[in-house]
């Protein structure tokens, strides 16, 4: 049985430059078929996302997009006529689809959906005029986010804020059933699938991003009690198994975070990835020995000097924390109240951040 969170159809091997973290991601090959959707839900009903109805909200995820992928046409209104790869939707709420871009190898569009008819749109943001171009094969941020503190409605892509609105339109439709589509839409039919990767798809009942930032791909998210649904293929690990294609598989249980996915066992597959450049996102390579740890204590080794160093369970809790006040390229780290299992070490150099996962025996 395999230990990971969530992978769908084709996981594919990459390899970038020796200074590249090891990551595992979701890689959609933009089949068509109604085997190849992937979607999530809560409770006992698989049309159920209530719980996502509200004012305070966030989507994002980490896109790769294939240069072979399904481009909209911008001067659309809706994902329905545009024929965009979808990246999230929710029926008769919101729509996230690629559109085509004069200055730059494609863009986004971001709709809010009339509440009776998911063919109409009620609100419209879209990135293709923009200072973000955005070019097939490099990671790409996505995040739309709003606060009742403030009202407003935000989208972001690498952090920059491409579009905002205080209109109360842009609120989750209240007492919604409809579940959380991502590499396609149903509008009468299963339609515009997505081609390329995922990452680090986080869905919240809050407003995490109330003003621009820098997103990282390497960061370990925490699951606290606003996060809704949370798929990251190297953190928060937990086993799984379906006996059946489409069989629900349970995210994880627990109060407040009982969501599930459905997809197509027989098309999953399993490996990782090299990916994360260091020039894009500032990654470092450090090595931890030995690993796994046998005497309650291990060693980092970096290249640079170490400022900080937190360790993380497989949930995404903060378990330890290593503030360096001197610093050199190796430090001893003690372990000893820590349990036995998996987890993730976090450490941030002067030069960057890396991550990379250790068994305590």
Do not use: C
């Not at 998210?221 to 629900?248: G, R, S």
């Amino acid at each position: 049985m395999k230990k990971q969170l969530l992978t769908i159809l084709t996981i594919t091997v990459m390899a970038f430059t020796a200074n590249a973290q090891t990551v595992t991601y979701l890689n959609f090959d933009g089949a068509s078929t109604s085997n190849d959707r992937f979607y999530a839900f809560n409770g006992a009903s698989a049309t159920d996302m209530s719980d996502m109805s509200g004012t305070d909200y966030t989507f994002e995820v980490w896109i790769k997009v294939d240069a072979t992928a399904l481009i909209g046409d911008r001067t659309e209104a809706t994902g329905f006529t545009a024929n965009g790869a979808s990246l999230m939707n929710r029926r008769k709420d919101f729509e996230l689809y690629i559109i085509d871009d004069a200055d730059a190898d494609y863009a986004i569009k971001y709709n809010r959906l009339d509440a009776t008819d998911d063919t109409v749109a009620t609100g419209t943001m879209q990135s293709d005029a923009a200072v973000e171009n955005l070019s097939f094969g490099d990671w790409v941020h996505v995040a739309i986010s709003r606060s009742s503190g403030d009202g407003i409605a935000k989208f972001y892509i690498n952090g920059v804020l491409i579009d905002s609105s205080s209109d109360a339109l842009w609120a989750q439709v209240a007492n919604s059933n409809e579940w959380m589509g991502f590499n396609y839409m149903w509008r009468g039919s299963n339609m515009n699938f997505y081609k390329g990767a995922f990452d680090n798809v986080r869905v919240s009942t809050v407003d995490r991003y109330p003003t621009a930032f820098t997103p990282d791909q390497g960061a370990v998210f925490t699951v606290d009690a606003d996060t809704k649904i949370q798929l990251d293929l190297d953190h928060n690990i937990i086993e799984f198994d379906p006996v059946d294609n489409f069989a629900k598989v349970e995210v994880k249980s627990g109060s407040g975070y009982g969501y599930f996915i459905k997809y197509h066992k027989l098309n999953t597959t399993w490996t990782d990835s090299e990916v994360l450049s260091v020039d894009r996102n500032n990654l470092i390579d450090f090595s931890v020995y030995p690993n796994p740890v046998t005497e309650k204590t291990f060693v980092i080794n970096a290249n640079e000097g170490i400022k900080n160093v937190q360790i993380f369970d497989v949930l995404g809790k903060s378990v330890k924390v290593v503030e360096v006040s001197e610093r050199a390229t190796q430090l001893n780290v003690d372990v000893n109240n820590l349990s036995k299992g998996i987890y993730f070490v976090k450490t941030v150099t002067d030069a960057g951040i890396g991550t990379q996962k250790i068994i305590i025996q």
